[in-house]
């Protein structure tokens, strides 16, 4: 019943029109990413990167071409023109389906990272680069399909003209580092600041758009970041914000903390610091990636930003998914994995592509192109699934974005304290762990919000995460934790509100009629009766 429930959920939400109101922009408050503006509530951003779709690399993908850049210009010389773009609609459809963004839900993504290069969205004619016409048709569909779900979108530019790194990821390989001439070609610069400027004034408005990731992996062929990258990113910085004040900016390291400067040198805000997390070096070793991982988040704590692992992966070590990505949500990270799918490349993918032929660009006849590109080789479907990597996402991704209704002020938040201890209550750990009355002061961690339901009942918002607070009657042996996890109101999430006095209540359970008690510090629904453990004093924020 319970997963006929979900998937009738699932069928529901992909009919509806409901979608993503300038009541869920987002934009930084300090470390943090809220809505509202950044005047709201937490977000955070976790989900996958839609690798493959729009820049094929070979050793993960349906092709051996090199790069985008001959996918493209073999297809185009052996087809024409519309030969070619016909074949990579047919790749991109098949690639990308609405089952794919139900996935997306039902996995529990708040957030897809959109890997792009300049060839989607500008061809050549005459020697000279221009938009191509319905440029933006399939990246506005995705969007589109993300915002009816709960779920935000980053623009990641992976490939800017001529290459910024000169890896098959960029679209473009060059196989000599002093050959990766990006940065000294202003040229190339300023096509990419144009294209930018593009994208920025298309989507300025649109609050599913999470942010701006503005260059993948900048370093020349994978190499570190220095002063002359961060110039160039306030470049983009400053187009960017000559047509958009309010979306975040995303930079990348993209490897560690020394790449990337103090954003008071440049005077950058509302932005977000971007780093990627592949420890090649321990990729059978359990210890090495979590020396890895403690290392990295030691080291990024001198930013004041919110961080963001842009690209991860913990290879075939389940306990290294359990533990990483549990340290990356109890420090309050947004990350997105490496990659949605992948060709039968064992942990890369949360789902594997069905077929493993891959197209000969120069050879491959067009029916046996359009096979291999087709849905029954590149499409998902559930049977595809890597079950390891896909359980590990699935049990520490936060869920789909619950709708604002209306803004939200400090006034509207209020504070909970237990009487008979005189301590706030918490939702711990960026909203991660059990509610606890174990605090002397308050913060956004302490802060929460009533909706009123129809029947009589409440629900409790809590703002370290933008879940509502779920008292749990199952497999936690008789406790009954209370953990803010949920998007979606049911019986679960419903209390009932009695005033003791003016400013003192109890809180009972719809489910069982429990009163919310402290025991031990931690907040339970374990209560029989009105007694000093589960009286709150609220005050409500000014």
């Known amino acids: 019943m319970y997963k006929f429930r979900n998937l009738l959920l699932l069928f529901l939400i992909s009919l509806s029109y409901e979608k993503f109101t300038e009541l869920d922009f987002l934009k930084t408050d300090d470390s943090q990413i809220k809505n509202n503006y950044g005047k709201g509530n937490c977000v955070y951003l976790r989900g996958t990167n839609i690798g493959n779709l729009f820049v094929q ?3 993960m993908s349906s092709t051996d071409a090199k790069d985008q850049k001959t996918i493209n210009e073999a297809l185009e010389e052996r087809f024409g023109k519309d030969g070619k773009n016909s074949l990579l609609d047919h790749y991109e459809n098949a690639y990308l389906t609405t089952e794919d963004f139900n996935n997306f839900k039902e996995l529990g993504m708040s957030v897809v990272r959109v890997p792009f290069t300049y060839m989607n969205f500008y061809e050549k004619n005459n020697n ?6 319905r440029a933006f048709d399939k990246l506005d569909w995705i969007i589109d399909e993300c915002s009816k779900r709960g779920i935000y979108v980053i623009l990641d530019l992976h490939g800017a003209f001529g290459s910024q790194n000169g890896q098959d990821h960029s679209g473009e390989v060059i196989d000599k580092v002093e050959d990766v001439t990006f940065y000294k070609d202003n040229n190339l610069k300023q096509l990419t600041l144009n294209l930018w400027k593009e994208i920025a004034s298309r989507y300025k408005n649109d609050p599913a758009v999470a942010g701006y990731d503005t260059l993948n992996e900048p370093g020349e062929k994978a190499g570190t970041t220095k002063s002359y990258h961060w110039d160039f990113y306030d470049q983009i910085y400053k187009a960017i914000r000559s047509v958009d004040p309010n979306h975040i900016i995303i930079f990348e390291s993209c490897w560690g903390a020394s790449d990337l400067p103090d954003p008071k040198k440049y005077g950058w805000t509302n932005i977000v610091y971007e780093f990627h997390h592949y420890v090649w070096d321990a990729q059978k070793n359990l210890d090495g990636q979590k020396s ?6 030691n080291s990024l704590k001198i930013f004041n930003v919110p961080i963001y692992i842009g690209e991860y992966t913990f290879f075939e070590l389940g306990d290294a998914w359990t533990y990483v990505l549990n340290l990356f949500n109890i420090n309050g990270y947004h990350y997105t994995s490496w990659s949605y799918k992948s060709n039968n490349m064992g942990t890369w993918g949360i789902y594997n592509q069905k077929g493993t032929d891959k197209v000969d660009v120069y050879n491959t006849e067009i029916s046996e192109i359009n096979r291999i590109w087709g849905s029954s080789n590149i499409g998902t479907g559930k049977a595809s699934s890597n079950g390891m990597v896909y359980n590990k996402m699935k049990e520490n991704l936060p869920g789909t974005i619950f709708f604002m209704k209306k803004p939200l002020e400090n006034k509207n938040y209020f504070t909970l304290k237990v009487l008979n201890t005189n301590k706030y209550i918490s939702a711990d750990e960026y909203g991660q762990a059990q509610l606890r009355a174990n605090r002397d002061s308050t913060g ?4 929460f919000y009533f909706y009123e339901n129809d029947d009589g009942t409440v629900a409790i918002q809590s703002r370290a995460n933008n879940k509502f607070l779920c008292s749990i009657f199952d497999n936690w042996d008789g406790k009954n934790p209370i953990i803010p ?5 049911e019986d679960w999430e419903k209390y009932y509100i009695d005033y ?20 031990d510090t931690w907040v339970r629904a374990v209560g029989d009766k009105v007694e000093a453990s589960t009286k709150f004093e609220i005050a409500y924020l000014e």
């Open 128 to 133: 000279q680069w221009n938009l191509k016409d």
């Open 57 to 59: 690399e070979s050793w």
């Open 485 to 489: 996890r949920s998007n979606q109101i």
């Open 500 to 519: 003791v006095s003016d400013n003192v209540i109890t809180i009972k359970t719809k489910t069982n009629e429990k009163y919310v008690k402290n025991e």
């Open 444 to 447: 956004t961690w302490e802060h």
């Open 292 to 297: 890895a991982a403690n290392t990295l988040i």
